[in-house]
């Protein structure tokens, strides 16, 4: 489908959609990259159906509890649709697949690819819905499928395709590589004669060390038939079930490689030369010595453990809604210039000027990657955004970022020589 005639005209591409939706009786669902304004496409088709009927039951469905005040409620001020929030419901999935024959006129499915789950989906099994307005910016194959059989796709708008639409900003994504620390300064502690005894290691060893315990205990697995990787949690529960011997002995084996591969992740998400390369990175950025304009920075990291030594101002599970609504207000306002993140900053919200990124601890998920990509690009006004991210040389993190930056035009990324 050619958009080309929408470049630069977000508000008439939206009117797109929302006529997409009607002509369909309102049934469809959305694929639409970070910055197209999803939010405002589902107000406006909510506004137009409460125009010729005030009495619908409408239920908008969130991933997220912080989400219903930092972006639907929000959206509706911003957009002059007060009234809209004393007559909607807006749940946690977790909360909706409990639900059983409730009867709801409209659904908004909001990041609709954290619903589509065997026990999420409860939610379309148990319940009477009538409309459904589904969105989501990353939905991958059979997620994609599944979608399809919920709503039909109407549109699909890829992170590019908004890009080339001027909807938003570009990206770089700059690669810099390090190597783990050989310095033998981790304590780890063992029993020896009855008392705790302790011997020092380094990054590298310990991280060679579980690497080499999964190749051990992964190929006499393999070599037995059973399948190992993200399959080894299932074939634990599997081997518990079993009483006789042989499993036992199996057992012994996935339980050393299932304690293997959460060491080596551990190593790679919160070794100290990951920390200290993100502090030097981030401050020669604040300091302009890598000459982005205005710089305001997000750093990403899977471990709040990890995060907490990186940044004082901080974003996560472990803080009340208020404290990092906090610290999400004063980078908007510019009063603190940069803050670190986990899964609080995934999805939904927006901070103006945020035009860096730095991933300094991450897995190989594409989704991920999509979403908080979507953190630093959604301003078109704004120069070219930059995200860098740190990967660990000749370990499992090169095929994480590999995985990754798979969708991401390889125009854009680039390799940056860059030392402590």
């Known amino acids: 489908m050619n958009l080309t005639h929408f470049k630069n005209d977000r508000p008439e591409f939206q009117k797109y959609c929302e006529d997409l939706w009607f002509e369909n009786d309102c049934v469809g669902s959305f694929l639409l990259g970070t910055g197209t304004g999803k ?3 589902a107000l406006d088709c909510l506004n137009r159906l409460f125009n010729k009927n005030q009495d619908l039951r409408v239920v908008i469905g969130i991933p997220l509890i912080r989400l219903k005040e930092d ?3 929000n959206e509706m001020k911003k957009w002059d649709y007060d009234y809209m929030i004393d007559k909607v419901e807006i749940h946690c999935y977790q909360t909706l697949r409990s639900w059983k024959t409730e009867k709801i006129d409209l659904l908004i499915g909001d990041e609709i690819d954290e619903c589509i789950s065997p026990v999420n989906l409860n939610l379309f099994k148990n319940n009477q819905i009538d409309k459904r307005l589904l969105l989501t910016a990353t939905a991958f194959d059979e997620k994609r499928t599944k979608l399809e059989e919920l709503a039909p796709v109407l549109l699909e708008l890829s992170r590019e395709d908004a890009q080339e639409l001027e909807f938003i900003n570009y990206s770089n994504h700059w690669i810099i590589e390090y190597e783990l620390s050989t310095i033998n300064n981790i304590p780890v502690k063992y029993p020896k004669n ?9 990054e590298k ?12 205990y992964g190929a006499k697995l393999m070599d037995r038939g059973f399948k190992v990787g993200a399959n080894i949690f299932k074939l634990i529960g599997y081997l ?3 009483k006789d011997e042989q499993s036992k002995a199996y057992l012994t084996w996935a339980y050393k490689y299932s304690n293997a591969m959460r060491g080596r992740k551990n190593i790679l998400l919160n070794n100290q030369t990951s920390i200290s390369l993100t502090h030097k990175l981030g401050k020669d950025i604040l300091n302009g010595k890598t000459g982005i304009k205005d710089p305001k920075i997000l750093i990403f990291s899977e471990s709040i453990e990890h995060i907490e030594k990186i940044c004082k101002n901080t974003i996560h599970s472990n803080k009340t809604l208020e404290e990092n609504k906090e610290v999400i207000e004063n980078l908007s306002k510019g009063k603190i210039r940069a803050a670190g993140a986990c899964k609080g900053l995934t ?4 901070i103006p000027g945020v035009n860096c990124g730095i991933y300094a601890g991450y897995f190989g998920a594409k989704r991920v990657l999509s979403q908080r990509v979507g953190r630093t690009i959604r301003d078109a006004t704004a120069d070219i955004a930059n995200n860098y991210y740190l990967v660990a040389k000749n370990t499992q993190q090169e095929e994480w970022l590999k995985n990754m930056l798979e969708d991401i035009d390889k125009e854009y990324i680039k390799y940056l020589d860059y030392k402590q």
């Open 39 to 41: 939010s405002k496409i």
């Open 71 to 73: 972006v639907w409620i």
């Open 194 to 202: 009855g008392k705790e005894q302790v011997f020092y290691t380094s």
């Open 205 to 216: 060893k310990q991280y060679d060390y579980y690497d080499n315990s999964m190749k051990q």
């Open 240 to 242: 518990k079930s079993k």
């Open 347 to 350: 999805v939904g919200v927006t």
